[in-house]
């Protein structure tokens, strides 16, 4: 039976959940980014961050085959989806898709 992992990474800390499906593992990973907090504008250093630039919660999928992907929720509470480890690429939403359907979509046919 494979088995996936769900990674929650918010504020420093690090949640891990392991499930048997990758829809039981997409399904938990909308309900915990849903409702992210946003952010203000921060300075660091010399430069300001604009929310939209910075990550507010990231979620993570692995699965067996070296197969992830995540989703990146902005400070402005907008969300990206992405494959890959190392070198994330973007997932593009089509009309009406949501970031996690899009990932969804993108993991699933990954996975065949």
Do not use: H, N
């Not at 959940?17 to 938990?28: H, I, K, P, S, V």
């Not at 961050?49 to 070296?66: D, M, T």
């Amino acid at each position: 039976m494979a088995s996936y992992t769900l990674t929650i990474r918010r504020k420093g800390k690090v949640e891990k959940e392991r499930f048997g499906d990758l829809g039981a593992a997409l399904a938990a990973l909308a309900q915990r980014l849903d409702g992210a907090e946003r952010r203000a504008t921060r300075q660091v250093l010399s430069r300001e961050y604009a929310p939209v630039e910075q990550v507010a919660l990231r979620g993570e999928v692995s699965g067996p085959r070296g197969l992830r992907g995540g989703v990146d929720v902005r400070g402005d509470g907008s969300a990206e989806a992405y494959t890959g480890r190392w070198r994330k690429r973007l997932v593009e939403a089509r009309p009406g898709e949501s970031a996690y359907d899009a990932l969804a979509r993108a993991m699933s046919a990954a996975e065949s």
